[in-house]
């Protein structure tokens, strides 16, 4: 599957602008995770794409999220490995924990998007070209902060040998390269 082709199905189940760009941007920091570590940029932007294909089928049902997807992906041909990612981006679902470096990357890839999202729309301008890697390091400490968050996703960024800081850098570089995309 081509990057095309998988923008072209995630437009076919996601509707939501919200979640577009949620997609949006794990694929950037996907992305850019691939190139940091030397791995496939391709397959990584893929499963950073496509991770959340079924949150609307299932209304984001966490007991349930990433079967619909695995069932598409598998009829669509799409390699095991990054079905396997996209399945173990909710450990809710499994009931397994994360093994693969592309899985631990993509479950900390596409949290961090959040909180550096919502580290965003709390500065003035709401302009992700203005948000320096310590606030995000530093709203990360901040349990009351994007509560939502899984802060222990975004940790496992270590687990793939890249330390917080570095990460968060990474994320934000990826995501500020798509900021007109994402509107901020």
């Not at 996601?14 to 577009?20: F, G, V």
């Not at 070209?129 to 902060?145: C, D, G, I, T």
Request: hydrophobic letters at 40%; proline letters at 2%.
């Amino acid at each position: 599957m081509t990057t095309d082709e998988a923008i072209l199905l995630l437009n076919q189940y996601i509707k939501s602008e919200r979640m577009l760009n949620h997609c949006y941007a794990s694929e950037a920091v996907m992305r850019a995770l691939a190139r940091r570590l030397g791995r496939d940029e391709e397959k990584w932007g893929i499963a950073g794409l496509l991770h959340d294909l079924d949150v609307e089928l299932v209304n984001a049902d966490l007991n349930i999220h990433g079967r619909e997807t695995e069932k598409i992906l598998k009829e669509k041909g799409l390699e095991p490995e990054i079905i396997e990612a996209i399945v173990m981006h909710n450990e809710t679902l499994t009931g397994k924990k994360r093994h693969t470096e592309i899985q631990h990357a993509l479950a900390a890839a596409e949290t961090i998007t959040g909180l550096i999202i919502a580290t965003t729309l709390v500065y003035p301008d709401k302009k992700i070209a203005s948000v320096k890697p310590k606030s995000v390091v530093k709203r990360m400490k901040e349990k009351a902060f994007a509560a939502s968050v899984n802060r222990d996703n975004i940790m496992e960024c270590e687990s793939i040998g890249i330390p917080l800081a570095e990460f968060v850098d990474i994320s934000i570089n990826a995501m500020r390269d798509i900021s007109d995309k994402l509107g901020l």
